[in-house]
């Protein structure tokens, strides 16, 4: 028998043949699979669980706070929530709206300018702070929430993206704002795919996903300086 009809092997054009083969096939799956969109569902499900996680720690804390018996009152200023051994708020400079300095907090660093025209209605000033503690002062969200042994929430959930470009709708980060005039509050963040979530989440901005004890704290629309 010849030895060459015994020869185990490819050629480079049966070698080619089966990479483009091997190409066409991962091409097919990528197209199927999307795993773009993968990742976005998967980032957006956890903004979702961020901010709920978030709005139940500030309702814990306001609720451990008056069971202390340490009720939430105004300072004469009426700028910041306070009560005798702690504050709602805790920055200085800042406040509910409804407050002399009204401020809207943003949980990146790079969201530029102070709120005006438009946002004016519901806040003058801005709050860039990419920090995640919870202590005593707090980073990007003002509630002194470690204060609390009921809350549970060893630091502040970041956006997964947390960027913002002022030219596209591109920017990804977390919001919130409070009422002096009920002790409410809001958060806010935009989903990339879940778009029936932000339609349907009883607030009054449908490009922006929202929860809190009452959802027109915020701003009703984007802007130049709210989720451009």
Not at 83 to 103: M, W
């Amino acid at each position: 028998m010849n030895n060459k009809e015994n020869k185990i092997g490819f050629t480079l054009i049966e070698l080619i043949i089966v990479l483009a083969i091997v190409a066409v096939l991962a091409a097919i799956l990528i197209t199927i699979i999307r795993p773009q969109q993968i990742f976005q569902n998967l980032r957006d499900t956890q903004r979702m669980s961020d901010l709920k996680n978030l709005a139940n720690a500030i309702n814990l804390y306001m609720t451990d706070v008056q069971n202390k018996g340490q009720d939430i009152v105004l300072t004469p200023s009426g700028t910041v929530l306070t009560v005798p051994n702690g504050q709602i708020l805790n920055q200085p400079n800042v406040g509910c709206r409804g407050g002399a300095t009204p401020t809207i907090f943003y949980s990146t660093a790079n969201v530029g300018g102070t709120s005006t025209g438009f946002l004016a209605a519901r806040a003058t000033t801005t709050r860039t702070v990419a920090t995640s503690t919870t202590g005593n002062p707090p980073g990007w969200l003002p509630v002194p929430i470690a204060t609390s042994s009921l809350v549970q929430l060893p630091s502040l959930p970041i956006d997964p993206r947390n960027s913002s470009n002022a030219s596209t709708q591109n920017s990804f980060y977390y919001t919130f704002a409070c009422d002096v005039s009920d002790l409410s509050f809001e958060l806010n963040a935009r989903l990339e795919i879940k778009t029936n979530e932000m339609q349907n989440d009883g607030g009054d901005v449908n490009a922006l996903y929202e929860v809190g004890t009452k959802l027109t704290v915020l701003p009703n629309a984007t802007s130049s300086h709210f989720y451009p």
